[in-house]
C-alpha cells in the first residue's frame, strides 16, 4: 500500500502563545494612553509630554524596525521572541520606578526598540510553524492578541493604575510578560534564523514590486485612519457623546474591531483580494459617511464601530499580504518594513491629525482621512499583480527530512 502524506498538524498551542505575545506587545504599547493624567502629575509634567512618550514610541518602530530586523535575521527565532518579551518586562519596569521624565523616556525608547524587534519578527515566525495554505488563519489568531489587549488589556491595566497607583500597573505588566517569556522558553519549537546563504538584503526586498506596494498600502490606510482615530475622544464629544459614555462606546468600537478580524480570517486565505477591497471600500466610506453625516452621538458612534470593524480587518491582511509578496527566504524583513509602514502611519497620522484638529476642527478630521485611505485603496487595486491577488495559489513542500527542515521549507509559497 502506498503511503500517503499527512497533513501537518495544527500548531494551536503555539500560535496562542505568541497570541499572548501580541497583547502584551500592544498593552505595553498603549498602556501610558489610559494613565496619561496619572503619570504626568506624579513626574510633574504637562499631559502632552507624556503624550510623547506614546509618539515616540511609535516613531522608534517605524525607524528601526527594518534595520533591526535585518540585525537580527540570523538568530534563532524563538530565543529572539522570548529576549524581546524580557526586553519589554525590562522597560516597564524601568517605567515603573522612574522618578524623572527622562527616565520614563528612556523606558519607551527601549521599548520602542523591542517593538521594532518583535513586529519585525513575529509575522515570519509564525509563517514557518504553518504551511502557506493556513497562514492567513494562523496571522489572524496571532493578532487577535492586539485586539484583545484594546479591548481586555489596556482598560484592565487602566483600572488598576487608578486603584493603586499607574506604577503598580506596570510592575503587573512586567510580571506577566516574564511569565510568558518563561513559558514561550519551554514550549515553543526551535526556529533557525536565516544563513548567509539565505539572508537577502533590504534595498533587494525594498525594491520588489509586490513588498512596495503592499508596504505602501499599508502606510497610506495608516496615515490616514490614525490621523482620525488619534483625537477620535474629542471628535466624539463634539458629536454630542457625553465623556461618561465614551468608555462603552470606545468598548463598542473595540467589539466591532473583534467581528473585522473574525470576517478577515474567513476570507485571508480564499479571496484576498476581494477582502483588502471589501475592507478598504468600508472604511473609506464610514470616514466619509462621518465627515457629511448631521451630529448625533448614535451616528457618531455606528460610523467608528463600522470603521473599526474595517480596520482591524486590513491591518491582519496587509501582514499575510507581505508575508506572501516576499521573495522567498524574506519573510521576517518584509514584516519589518510592514511595521516601519504600519508604524509611520501611527506616528504621522497624529502629527497630521493634531494639525487639522488645530487649523480646521474636529469636523474635518474623517474627511482628510478618507482621502488618504482612499489612496491606500488605489493601492490595492493597482497590486492586482502585484501584492494583492485575487486568490492564493500554495505549492505545498515535500515531506521534511527532520524536524529543522520543517521550517524552512514551510515557508515558501508564491501567489498567483
Known sequence: MENTPRAAPWPLASLLLVAAGTFLSV??????????????????????????????YALMVALFAAPLGRATARLPRRALFVGTLVAYAG?????????????????????????????????????????????????TIVFSGGTVA??????????LGVAIGWRASFLALSGATALVAL?????????????????????????TPSVTVVAVTTALTMLGYFAFYTYISPFLQASGV??????????????AGAVGLFLAGMLVDRRPRLAMLSGGGILTAALVFLAVAPDGPVLAVAGVMVAGLALNGLAVLVQ??????????????ASA????????GIGGGALLGGQV????????????????????????????RDGFPAVIETVRPPAPRSPEDRPAEYGAGRTS
Do not use: C
Open 27 to 56: 498593552t505595553t504599547e498603549m498602556l501610558p494612553m489610559g494613565l496619561l493624567s496619572s503619570i504626568s502629575h506624579d513626574l510633574r509634567v504637562s499631559e502632552p509630554s507624556v503624550g510623547l512618550l506614546v509618539t515616540g
Open 91 to 139: 522597560s516597564s519596569v524601568l517605567m515603573a520606578v522612574s522618578t524623572a521624565y527622562p527616565i520614563a523616556a528612556v523606558a519607551r525608547l527601549l521599548g520602542g526598540l523591542t517593538h521594532g524587534v518583535f513586529w519585525a519578527m513575529v509575522a515570519g515566525y509564525v509563517a514557518r510553524l504553518v504551511p502557506p495554505e493556513r497562514l492567513g488563519r494562523a496571522v
Open 150 to 159: 484594546v479591548l481586555v488589556g489596556v482598560p484592565l491595566g487602566t483600572g
Open 183 to 207: 513559558v514561550a522558553s519551554r514550549l515553543l519549537p526551535p526556529m533557525p534564523g536565516e544563513t548567509a546563504a539565505t539572508e537577502t538584503s533590504l534595498v533587494r526586498v525594498l525594491r
Open 242 to 255: 457625553a465623556e461618561k459614555t465614551l468608555g462603552p462606546a470606545l468598548f463598542g468600537y473595540g467589539v
Open 320 to 333: 499575510a499580504a507581505i508575508l506572501r509578496a516576499a521573495p522567498p527566504q524574506a519573510g521576517d524583513t
Open 337 to 344: 518594513l510592514n511595521a516601519s509602514a504600519f508604524n509611520l
Open 357 to 384: 484638529l488645530a487649523g480646521w476642527g474636529t469636523g474635518a478630521l474623517p474627511a482628510v482621512a478618507a482621502v488618504l485611505t482612499a489612496a491606500g485603496l488605489l493601492g490595492v487595486l493597482y497590486g492586482r
